[in-house]
């Protein structure tokens, strides 16, 4: 079955093939060492590089002219964090609203750039430009960070489940990559995976969900995987753990966009630790985008390390987190750690006195539905359409007894959230995904009284 790109990258010319061995070749000790550096090094590393982002953006990149000069802030302003923290944020809806050339540094050709369609969990779509030198950049890093976790070898297979392919294939022969697209069907999907049989996946959580709960899973029990990475949704880690069990190896989780690259991956420990050379990472409040101290709960704010085309600087990056700077992980890396992920600002849900239930307090009760009451769904959506009302969709794979069902999910629901709301269970025969194939567990209708 042949299916159109959604988001077709030009892939790299010999020459940036070339640059990308030459590149990692020279730094990958350098990034594996990195994440073992004291913490006073890693910040002034990312310092440094603010600095120099901002003064080039200042000066090459229209928008972020405007934009600090509006404030009156100047390059030379920024000395220290405190420094930093002044520099004015930036939204996705304010960067679409831009005339694209405004968004790119000025001596840079748009003929000749890659191009990557970010629309996420927040519908709003947004073009994201970088060049050869991002993916070089980027690389050294991404291989770090599965060495780390699973120990990733130059000669595994890794086959990307993804709407497009990216750049490249491989490193000069090396970490050779296969892209299978995400709108194949399930049983394709499978087929592909069996025929290719790697040693490392990556792929949205929902569609290895729904590949392992297909009649032809018997025949993903060939395959012998070294790991399994999620990304692009949220998933609960309850939902990885049960991957985990199914494919008999570690599933780790990564959080990222293409906005920031890879912010955090999951450790065998399970702890998500920030790639801090590939991004900057900060936790804001919602209201006034100042910074929260340590363990609060705010929203995820980034600072692109490696894209000079296009730079995105203080983003607000629309989820919600906290992160944990004095933790010591026993696996060794020394970055800070992301703790208390809730998922999307825009998929909390909120009661009558304004409290807000994180969204991944909502997925565990999903999950939670389907692993220990036995809901034989493939898909499900829990969407708040009132401050009092809730409903539960899912696509069944079998005959369900609806009022057994419905009685179970409203006890178990006004355990965990309490009885202000209604909630009413659905089976439906598809639940609708974003362009970008993703699939939205949690959605809330209700306009949040931030």
């Known amino acids: 079955m042949q299916v159109p790109e959604r988001n077709m990258m030009r892939p790299l010319t010999v020459v940036e093939h070339v640059k990308l061995a030459a590149y990692f070749v020279a730094n990958f000790r350098r990034a594996d060492a990195f994440v073992r550096a004291d913490a006073a090094v890693i910040r002034a590393y990312q310092l440094a590089h603010i600095k120099s982002l901002i003064a080039f953006a200042y000066r090459e990149v229209p928008f972020y002219r405007a934009k600090y000069s509006q404030v009156g802030l100047h390059p030379s302003d920024i000395r220290t964090w405190d420094d930093f923290a002044k520099v004015p944020t930036v939204s996705k809806a304010e960067l679409v609203a831009q005339a694209p050339k405004d968004l790119l540094a000025n001596r840079k050709r748009n003929d000749h750039l ?135 190896c570690p599933v780790f989780d990564e959080y990222s966009s293409e906005e920031l690259s890879t912010m955090a991956l999951q450790c065998q420990h399970q702890a998500y630790h920030l790639q801090e050379d590939l991004s900057y990472v900060e936790i804001t409040d919602t209201r006034t985008d100042s910074v929260l101290s340590p363990k609060e709960i705010g929203e995820i704010t980034g600072t692109s390390l490696i894209n000079n085309v296009m730079p995105f600087i203080r983003y607000r990056q629309g989820d919600l987190a906290s992160v944990d700077a004095t933790t010591q992980c026993r696996c060794g890396s020394r970055t800070r750690i992301f703790t208390n992920i809730s998922g999307r600002r825009n998929a909390e849900f909120t009661c009558r006195d304004g409290r807000k239930i994180p969204s991944a307090r909502l997925l565990d009760w999903t999950y939670e539905l389907v692993l220990q009451h036995k809901l034989p769904a493939l898909q499900f959506q829990l969407v708040q359409t009132s401050l009092t009302e809730v409903q539960f969709k899912f696509v069944p794979f079998q005959a369900v007894p609806n009022e057994q069902f419905q009685r179970i999910a409203e006890d178990t629901f006004r355990h965990n959230f309490g009885g202000e709301f209604s909630l009413v269970c659905e089976p439906v025969e598809s639940v609708e995904k974003t362009e970008a194939g993703k699939h939205l567990p949690i959605r809330s209708l209700v306009e949040s009284r931030l």
């Not at 073009?127 to 976790?149: E, I, L, N, W």
């Not at 489940?161 to 090396?174: D, E, M, N, V």
């Not at 399930?186 to 996946?201: N, Q």
């Open 114 to 248: 890659i191009v990557s369609r970010s629309s996420g969990s927040s519908g709003v779509i947004l073009d994201v430009r970088y060049d050869g030198s991002y993916v070089a950049r980027q690389r050294p890093t991404k291989t770090r960070m599965f060495k780390h976790a699973f120990g990733l070898s130059p000669f595994d297979k890794q086959i990307n489940i993804s709407t497009s392919h990216y750049p490249y294939r491989s490193i000069a022969g090396l970490y050779k990559i296969n892209y299978v697209h995400s709108r194949l069907s399930v049983p394709e999907l499978i087929d592909s995976l069996v025929a290719s049989r790697p040693d490392f996946v990556r792929c949205l959580p929902s569609l290895l969900l729904e590949m392992v709960k297909h009649r032809m899973a018997g025949e993903l029990s060939k395959l012998t995987l070294k790991a399994v990475s999620t990304n692009s949704e949220y998933s609960s880690q309850l939902q990885r753990d049960y991957l985990a069990n199914f494919f008999g």
